[in-house]
């Protein structure tokens, strides 16, 4: 991700300690920003931000925003490879906005504007040192308001933490909605190094405090939860934090990300998880406060969760659909895109590969996927996280059905569908499958696979609404790992016994990427499960149920099932470059002359690296 910086004044109606704006204008920065745009749209950038000063006081301000956003660059033969317009921010204090300048800048091109808030009435005038902003500032973020209403315009705000302000931010954005009825998409928060800088475990504590009342605030029907996330100018290591892990959403830990300027690793951070992609701590606190010590992170699920490919951004895009491909016994096969309309979950199984602390993706975004589905003639599969935490998920269940996707499943652990009304209205928006996570026939095993003691009746209770709606087909999703493997027997009694309409699908557990441990703990031997899979298998054939599951990528080679091919004989080729999972697959030498290659994914790289390819056992030619 590109983001670039543009100041385009330095002059400022405020007079913020804090800040480096100056009273007077000064000519030649305002006569070098339009060079600069030129500059940064031949280079390409993802985000452009135009900052001041106050950008406001700029009356060719629109001028400017509709040059960044113009596709063409001054010189086209001049442009970077690559290079490409992204998203243009312009980031103000709002003083002297008004509801015609706001709707100027959106039509001009604007994407975002980012609305600096400084505290509320005393408190916002005692930081500005100006009698009389804080009406001016309020009249300001009306407007921003009724524009992002509108449409079109995203306003955020950047909320630095100060000593003055310290007892107000975490009360700041429930005041705004309050007010001026507006919910940021965003809410940045920045510690500025003014003179009297915040102690780095004292603006932690109010970080967690902001981040913590943020996800308690009670908003319009419809609302997207505004995303928080820390400024990159001065960010304190994830170890402060009282619970890392829990903290996963508002860092950026890119591995090889540990080299920044202006931040150094103490002695103490050797050994830390997360020490290859976790740049220390800023040098100037380490310098005021000599007792700041680190404490490194050791446990494997605060590393997975405090790890991003790239920014938060780029990590939502990279994990709200993916391509799957669909295969049945009698040959058929089908596309599907999962979409990921919810990452948080109310479960925390160790074998999810899903980032289950992201915030949300915007809602646009998750349309424009379900669309992109419909247009390619492909299922979609409406997944999380936990998708039913959804607010909207009804509304993306009717979007599905009217865009005319080919079939549309829910990715469920069923939780929350044991509220009848819930459960109901989601099969009347359109559901035509409900895939239930169970991964245990008692919830002393369930719990404990889940890691959230409590919810395995829920489920149960959710599939028995489910099943009261005979026009939705249910799967049952068994994920065999270490812990459940010899109660696959007693899950297909259960099926059997109280859902006798559902399927129930095989998957073992699949070290699949950097978020699921690669462990013996986690992971069994294929030929460990061997007697509790195949007792499975036949007890299903003796109760009627369906078991499903080796078709697909998350179960294991079809060599290694144990009682022979059966009806997968049929099965149509196992396309490796349909599903972008197909690079976690390999089919070693001894695959070569099997007579089912074509049809089997493979053995997964993750379970080679921990057991080898010894077990398998070719079909001969």
Known sequence: MRVVRVETNRSCPLRCRHCACEPRERAEVVRAAPREIAAAKQRGFTSLVLAGGEPLLRRDLERLIAFAKAG?????????????????????????????????????????????LFGWEKTYEAVTGVAGSFARARAGFMAAAAAASDGGLAVEVELPL???????????????????????????????????????????????????????????????????????????????FRAPGRSGHLFSLTRGGAERPGYARPEGCAGCQVADRCPGFPIPDLERDP???????????????????????????????????????????????????????????????????????????????????????????????????????????????????????????AIRLADPALCRAVVEAGI?????????????????????????????????????????????????????????????????SRWPRADLTFSFVAPSTDLVPRTQALIPRYSEVFAPLLAGLERARALGVTVTGFESMCAIPLCLKPDGLGDYEQLSPAELGVGESAAEFEKPPVCVTCSQQARCWGVRRGYVSLYGTDELRPFST
Not at 201 to 213: G, L
Not at 317 to 334: K, Q, Y
Not at 442 to 466: S, Y
């Open 432 to 496: 035509d499958t409900a895939f239930v996570s169970l991964h245990g026939s008692r919830a002393e095993i369930c719990d404990a696979v889940t890691n959230a003691p409590g919810t395995w009746a829920k489920t149960v209770a959710g599939l028995d609404q489910l099943a009261r709606h005979e026009q939705v087909g249910v799967r049952v999703n068994f994920v065999m790992c270490q812990q459940n493997a010899a109660d696959f027997p007693a899950v297909v009694e259960l099926v059997a």
């Open 72 to 116: 063409k660059v001054a010189r086209p033969e001049e442009a970077g490879p690559g290079a490409r317009v992204g998203e243009v921010v312009v980031e103000s204090t709002g003083v002297g906005l008004d509801h015609e300048r706001a709707r100027a800048l959106r039509a001009a091109g604007l994407d975002r504007l980012r609305l600096h």
């Open 291 to 413: 007792s700041l010590a680190p404490a490194p992170i050791q446990a494997d699920r605060a590393r997975r969760r405090l790890t991003l490919v790239a920014d938060v951004d780029a990590q939502i895009a990279r994990e709200l659909v993916s391509h799957d491909l669909g295969r049945d016994t009698a040959g058929n096969t089908w596309v599907v895109h999962t979409i990921r309309v919810q990452f948080r979950c109310n479960q925390a199984c160790d074998f999810c590969f899903v980032s289950t602390h992201l915030p949300k993706a915007e809602s646009a975004a998750i349309y424009a996927a379900i669309d992109a589905a419909a247009s390619a003639g492909a299922a979609v599969a409406l997944s999380g996280g936990e998708p039913t935490l959804a607010p909207a998920l009804c509304d993306y269940v009717r979007h599905a059905k009217a865009a005319g996707v080919a079939a549309i499943e829910l990715q469920t652990n």
């Open 162 to 240: 100060l000593r003055a302000n310290l007892a107000q931010a975490p009360t700041l954005c429930a005041r705004l909605l309050d007010a001026c009825g507006l919910v940021p998409a965003a809410v940045h928060l920045r510690l500025p190094s003014d003179p009297d800088p915040l102690p780095l475990r004292e603006a932690v504590a109010a970080i967690e405090a902001c981040d913590r009342a943020l996800g308690e605030l009670e908003l319009p029907a419809g609302a997207a939860e505004p995303r928080v996330r820390l400024a990159m100018d001065r960010t304190p290591p994830p170890c402060l």
